[in-house]
């Protein structure tokens, strides 16, 4: 079974510092999917950054990227220019494809609970 | 429109009540789930539909039972619920869930108290 791991219960910046959140995961798989979302105090999860294993190059979203190491199976987040805005727990989540239709799952991490200070 | 709509926005039953759980979306997806989400847990997967049929459930207990009427419409029935089923119900959908690494668009959730 999938895992994922973030190990960062908690973390704290200042207004337009850049922050970097961690996530590990443990798969066979060699080819699968990985997500960042974000989860505010609204509670609605928004997609915030897809990456493709079978890619190399590293996805990016405006202030956004991954550093996405598979030999490693590390995705960890970058936000740059941090924002106010941007407060939110942060969760990394796994997907592997599947065969048949209507199979796919979301494997979610614990959650990196970011704030943003003025 | 990229909205996943969710009613009622907050649920408090008892435990002999029935009730249900509304979800729509009008983006043209054929794949639509229910989560749920304890305090301060990630979402867990329950349901998945693909193309108005049940393609996924997650050994979830027969309390809770999911109906698809049609593509954009998702319902969750509720009935004879514990107070440990007290969480945050979130409804998605995805272009397909053909198994791609679609993305998921969520809706904002029901917080559900059960008493």
């Known amino acids: 079974a999938q895992t994922v791991t973030q190990s960062q219960p908690e973390m704290s910046v200042q207004e337009a510092e850049t922050v970097t959140l961690s996530c590990t995961y443990d798969t066979s798989e060699s080819n699968y999917y990985l997500f960042w979302y974000k989860q505010p105090p609204s509670r609605q999860m928004i997609l915030v950054i897809r990456q493709e294993a079978y890619k190399q190059q590293n996805a990016t979203e405006n202030r956004f990227s991954v550093n996405f190491q598979k030999a490693a199976k590390s995705f960890s987040l970058k936000i740059s220019d941090s924002q106010l805005g941007d407060t939110a727990m942060y969760f990394c989540a796994f997907m592997k494809p599947y065969q048949r239709q209507g199979a796919q799952k979301l494997v979610f991490g614990q959650g990196t609970r970011l704030t943003i200070n003025p | 429109d990229t909205e996943v709509t969710q009613t009622p926005k907050h649920l408090v039953m008892g435990m002999t009540n029935k009730k249900s759980l509304k979800c729509e979306q009008h983006?043209?997806?054929?794949?639509m789930y229910w989560y749920k989400q304890k305090a301060k847990k990630p979402p867990e997967l329950m349901f998945v539909?693909?193309?108005?049929?049940?393609?996924i459930n997650e050994s979830v207990p027969s309390r809770f039972s999911p109906e698809c009427p049609n593509s954009s419409l998702l319902n969750l029935h509720l009935h004879a619920l514990q107070p440990e089923d007290s969480a945050l119900y979130l409804c998605?959908?995805?272009?397909?869930?053909?198994?791609?690494?679609?993305?998921?668009?969520f809706g904002s959730g029901t917080q559900l108290s059960v008493l």
């Open positions: 539909y693909s193309y108005e049929k049940l393609s």
């Open positions: 998605a959908s995805s272009q397909s869930g053909v198994g791609q690494g679609e993305k998921l668009f």
């Open positions: 983006m043209g997806h054929r794949a």
